[in-house]
């Protein structure tokens, strides 16, 4: 599974309008609304349902990155939705760090094998010190979309 195959690049968000995590957690799944990856009406379920699954564990993984993802049945298939933060926010990460990345995966609840694999792929990308570097350098959702097609290319980053 590439990133071209689950992202939604139309939903980037560049910079962040919030300075929390609930709130860039809200601006995401807003921007997926508006690209019509949601259906009608479940942008507060679906923010709600993040926002209990990021209590119950932080998905701030440290390096200025983080991952939170739910599995909610409102959602026909896997999408992601990527926004920066210049200054950085609290996700009470690992390494009590700012983040400057959030990358919000969304699966059906019917789906856990394609949730898995979009979730191997994100990690795999973000173990890469170069990779999180130039992605918290992209300031723009063209920038984004260009690195996240060259790491499904295989570029050495």
Not at 55 to 80: D, Q
Request: hydrophobic share 40%; net charge neutral.
């Amino acid at each position: 599974m590439k990133f071209e195959d689950f992202v939604c690049f139309e939903a980037t968000i560049p910079e962040f309008q919030t300075s929390d995590r609930d709130g860039a957690i809200g601006e995401l799944v807003s921007s997926l609304e508006k690209a019509g990856k949601l259906g009608k009406n479940n942008a507060k379920a679906i923010t709600r349902a993040v926002i209990k699954r990021e209590n119950e564990a932080s998905t701030g993984m440290g390096k200025g990155v983080a991952v939170p993802h739910v599995k909610h049945k409102a959602v026909k298939g896997v999408v992601v939705a990527i926004g920066q933060s210049g200054a950085g926010i609290d996700f009470s990460a690992l390494d009590k760090q700012p983040v400057y990345s959030v990358i919000l995966l969304i699966s059906p609840a019917n789906e856990p094998d394609k949730h898995l694999q979009a979730m191997e792929n994100i990690f795999r990308n973000l173990q890469y010190e170069k990779f999180r570097r130039f992605l918290r350098q992209c300031r723009s959702a063209e920038q984004i979309e260009d690195l996240l097609r060259e790491a499904d290319e295989g570029s050495s980053l």
